[in-house]
C-alpha cells in the first residue's frame, strides 16, 4: 500500500490497530501488555511497530516471504563453522546500552552466510534490536567489507578461502542487499529501543533537536564546568579531569604517580616496568602498595552528617 505521507500510513493503521485492540480474543495472547488502548496506540507505529503482539506480521510474511516446496528450492548453505571476533567500540552498538548486547557486525556474517536480498530474518528475542541493524547494513557495501569481504561492482560478496596448496583464494558466497527483519522481545523497553533503532530519521531534523537539547544543558549546567586560573581572574572550561592511582615505592617507599611514571603518554598504554623517578630503582605494579591517606575526624563533625547509612543510628563515631 502507498500513502501521501508517513503520517497518512500511520493514521490508517492506527485505526487498524484500534480496531484489532477492541477483539477480546486479540487481549489474551500470552504476553499482551498491561495498559489502557490509547497508551498503547501511542507508543505504537503500526504497521511496523506496534507496543502489543503485532497483528501485521501475518501480511508482512505473506507480502514478502517465498513458500518452501521441497521439489523446486534449491536452498543449500554449509553450516558456518568460524570463530567471530567483534569489538564493542562501533557508535551504532554505543549508542545505547543493554545486558547482552550482541555487536551488529557479529551478526551480520551469519546473515550474509544463510540468506539472499530481500529474505525474511527473525529474532525472536531480539534486546534492542541489532539483528535489524545488521539486516539493513548486509545492504552497505563499506560496512560490509570492514569485515574483511570483497565486493565487486554488481554486489557479489567473496570470502578468502584457503584453496589447493595451501594458497588463499577468493570465493564467492554471498550478495549485496538488505535483509527485512522480524524483531520480537517480552520486554516493551527492548522493543521500543529496536524500533527507534531501525526506523529511518530525518537526519537534518535530529541535529537540530540535538543541538536545542544541548544548548538548554549548556545554559543550565555549563557553570558547573568553568574554572578560575592561577590568576584567580580568567574563567576556563572543564573539558575533562584526570586521575591517577598512586603508589609508594617498594625501595625508597616515597609516592609515585602511576599516570607520570608508568604510562607511555603516545600509546597510552601501561608499561610492564618502570623506573622509580626519586630512587631509580625498577618496579612493577605488582610490587608497589597503594598510597592512603588516613585523618582524625571529631566525633562531632561525623554526627552532623546525618544517619549512619550501615545502622540508621545518627551516632556515626561507633563505626
Given at each position: ?106 551478526i551480520m556474517r ?101 543541538q536545542r537539547i ?106
Amino acid at each position: 500500500m502507498t500513502f501521501e505521507s508517513d503520517e497518512a500510513r500511520r493514521t490508517y493503521f492506527t485505526e487498524k490497530l484500534r480496531e484489532r485492540l477492541r477483539d477480546p480474543e486479540f487481549r489474551k495472547i500470552e504476553g499482551f501488555p498491561i495498559g489502557e488502548d490509547e497508551d498503547i496506540l501511542a507508543l505504537s507505529d503500526p504497521p511496523y511497530y506496534t507496543a502489543c503482539p503485532n497483528p501485521f506480521i501475518g501480511d508482512f510474511i505473506k507480502h514478502y516471504g517465498k513458500p518452501y516446496d521441497p521439489t523446486t528450492d534449491d536452498y543449500r548453505r554449509e553450516p558456518f563453522a568460524a570463530d567471530v571476533s567483534e569489538g564493542k567500540n562501533d557508535p551504532i552498538y554505543n549508542a545505547h546500552s543493554y545486558h547482552t548486547k550482541v555487536p551488529h557486525k557479529a551478526i551480520m556474517r551469519y546473515i550474509l552466510h544463510y540468506t539472499k536480498p530481500g529474505d525474511l530474518v527473525f529474532d525472536g528475542f531480539c534486546g534492542t534490536g541489532m539483528t535489524g541493524v545488521a539486516a539493513q547494513l548486509c545492504r552497505d557495501k563499506s560496512t560490509v567489507e570492514s569485515l574483511g569481504y570483497s565486493v565487486d561492482k554488481d554486489g557479489t560478496v567473496y570470502q578468502q578461502e584457503a584453496g589447493e596448496n595451501g594458497k588463499t583464494i577468493w570465493q564467492r558466497f554471498s550478495k549485496l542487499g538488505a535483509r527485512r527483519a522480524i524483531l520480537n522481545d517480552l520486554s516493551p523497553a527492548a522493543t521500543f529501543i529496536a524500533y527507534n533503532y531501525n526506523t529511518p530519521v530525518d537526519v537534518h531534523e535530529f541535529e537540530r533537536e540535538a543541538q536545542r537539547i544541548l544548548k538548554e544543558v549548556e545554559e543550565e549546567c555549563g557553570w558547573m564546568y568553568e574554572t578560575l586560573h592561577t590568576d584567580g581572574k580568567t574563567k576556563g572550561r572543564i573539558n575533562y579531569t584526570v586521575w591517577s592511582d598512586v603508589f609508594d615505592c617498594s625501595e625508597c617507599t616515597r609516592e609515585i604517580v602511576l599516570l607520570e611514571t608508568a604510562v607511555d603518554k603516545e600509546s597510552g598504554i601501561l608499561g610492564d616496568k618502570f623506573t622509580c623517578p626519586h630512587c631509580g630503582s625498577s618496579l612493577t605494579k605488582r610490587l608497589m602498595d597503594r598510597a592512603w591517606v588516613a585523618e582524625l575526624v571529631d566525633a562531632r563533625d561525623l554526627k552532623s552528617l546525618g544517619p549512619c547509612w550501615l545502622c540508621g543510628f545518627d551516632s556515626r563515631p561507633r563505626h
